[in-house]
């Protein structure tokens, strides 16, 4: 058979641990054969990460911007135990802020959903993506006790040095006190990160604050996500006919437990923590979890949205056999092919990357697939397989799908 030639190349950034060991067996098994991959390799590994101080992380953000698209191995995010363990010079930041902030982009993460792993609600039959605004509120928070007697005060020195100030409260007891803020230029990214991800994906986009109690923060946003969309989006929404609409917090998260799925609900930042743990957990599996990062220019990076399942790279390093699911990383790689293949307009490799996720889907309805997803599927002869058994009885499937 003739592989499938490219002629861009996919940013591709190497991890760790097990991820890391997955990563080249997919690449050995399911694409090298078939596709005649083109792609510039960094090695985000925390060695290379700590021999070239970082830079490599830089450097792949870079290329991500150049060229488009990325797929990325999950990364260990130092802690002090990881400095003691690699020997690091500095407790390096994490990959995926490094790259986020780079790429100003926002994650949007979507289930891979399969037959006979039902999700808690079962009314889900399609998957919901979480898309979170992954700047500011709490997250970049000013706080303080207040002590009995004291009066807490909101106070803005404006550009030319006048001074706007508003009572918080006059303290009789003790208390707490916390400021937030976010940009219209980060909410303005995220809001466009969303729109495009609705029309890449065709479907519907939900957003959701609390205006009512929050007139001025929290309309912020329900106001600019409006402006963008009438201004830039409404049209291409509705020649793809697909909705955007705006509701209260409240309401939508009693609308999504009674839907049946398939839309983007975008989360202010604390919301889409809370949130995006959530759905996830109703839906199964953190190992079917996929994550993408999208550009308000329309750059995408394609991930797997669990870490670098450090338990089960111990016991591989032990010689023991580990059953890891590969599939969230198999379906980054297939996201970011087709994603190529579609700004390329590359179609045998558009096609190649639906009939890798049609024979890994497929896979696991056969019966076969890793422990995580045993122990939850409901599956009458189901078998547990080992991380490479799962992988190459993939490949048995693609080889007669391709055929
Ligand atoms: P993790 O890698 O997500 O794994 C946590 C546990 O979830 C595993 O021990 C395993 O449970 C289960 N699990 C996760 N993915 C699985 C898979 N594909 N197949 C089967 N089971 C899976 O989180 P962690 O072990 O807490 O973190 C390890 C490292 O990952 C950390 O250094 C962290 O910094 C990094 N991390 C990276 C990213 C990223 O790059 N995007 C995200 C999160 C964490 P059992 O052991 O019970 O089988
Ligand atoms: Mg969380």
């Not at 990563?23 to 694409?31: F, G, H, N, P, S």
């Not at 290329?63 to 363990?85: D, L, M, Q, S």
């Not at 803005?156 to 009572?167: C, F, I, L």
Request: with cysteine.
């Amino acid at each position: 058979m003739q592989k499938i030639p490219m002629t861009v190349p996919l940013v591709e950034m190497d991890g760790d641990e097990m991820t890391r060991v997955i990563w080249k067996m997919i690449k050995d098994i399911l694409l090298t054969p078939y596709v005649d991959l083109k792609t510039e390799y960094y090695d985000l590994g925390l060695e290379h990460r700590d021999e070239t101080n970082d830079q490599v992380t830089y450097d792949a953000a870079e290329a991500t911007k150049k060229y488009g698209v990325a797929v990325k191995c999950a990364t260990i995010t130092p802690n002090a135990a990881r400095v003691e363990e690699y020997h690091l010079k500095e407790m390096w930041k994490s990959p995926n802020g490094t790259i986020r902030a780079i790429l100003d982009g926002t994650v949007f993460r979507s289930p891979i959903l399969v037959k006979g792993i039902t999700p808690f609600l079962p009314n889900w039959k399609k998957p919901i993506t979480i898309a979170r605004h992954a700047y500011g509120d709490v997250y970049k928070n000013v706080e303080m006790r207040v002590d009995a007697g004291s009066k807490a005060e909101l106070v803005v020195t404006r550009a030319d040095g006048s001074v706007e100030r508003q009572t918080i409260h006059e303290f009789a007891g003790g208390g707490i006190i916390q400021g937030l803020h976010n940009l219209d230029s980060s909410i303005a990214s995220f809001a466009r990160s969303c729109f495009n991800y609705a029309l890449d994906t065709k479907q519907d986009l939900w957003f959701a604050t609390k205006d009512t109690i929050s007139k001025i923060y929290d309309h912020r946003f329900k106001d600019i996500f409006q402006e963008i969309f009438d201004a830039e989006y409404r049209e291409k929404f509705e020649s793809a006919g697909i909705t955007y609409f705006y509701t209260l917090i409240d309401d939508a998260v009693a609308r999504v437990v009674r839907s049946e799925g398939g839309y983007i609900w975008a989360c202010k930042n604390y919301d889409g923590d809370v949130m995006s743990d959530m759905v996830a957990t109703a839906f199964g599996s953190l190992a079917m979890m996929t994550s993408v990062l999208v550009s308000p220019e329309g750059v995408y990076e394609y991930e797997a949205a669990h870490g670098t399942v450090q338990r089960h790279y111990y016991r591989h390093l032990k010689g023991e056999k580990t059953s890891t699911n590969s599939m969230a990383t198999l379906f980054a790689w297939s996201g970011a092919l087709r994603k190529r293949g579609e700004l390329d307009g590359n179609s045998a490799l558009v096609d190649f990357a639906g009939k890798l996720e049609q024979a890994s889907i497929q896979t696991i309805e056969d019966g076969v697939m890793t422990g995580d997803l045993y122990s939850l599927s409901t599956l009458e002869n189901k078998t547990s397989v080992d991380t490479e058994t799962f992988l190459r009885e993939i490949g048995v499937r693609l080889e007669k799908l391709l055929a």
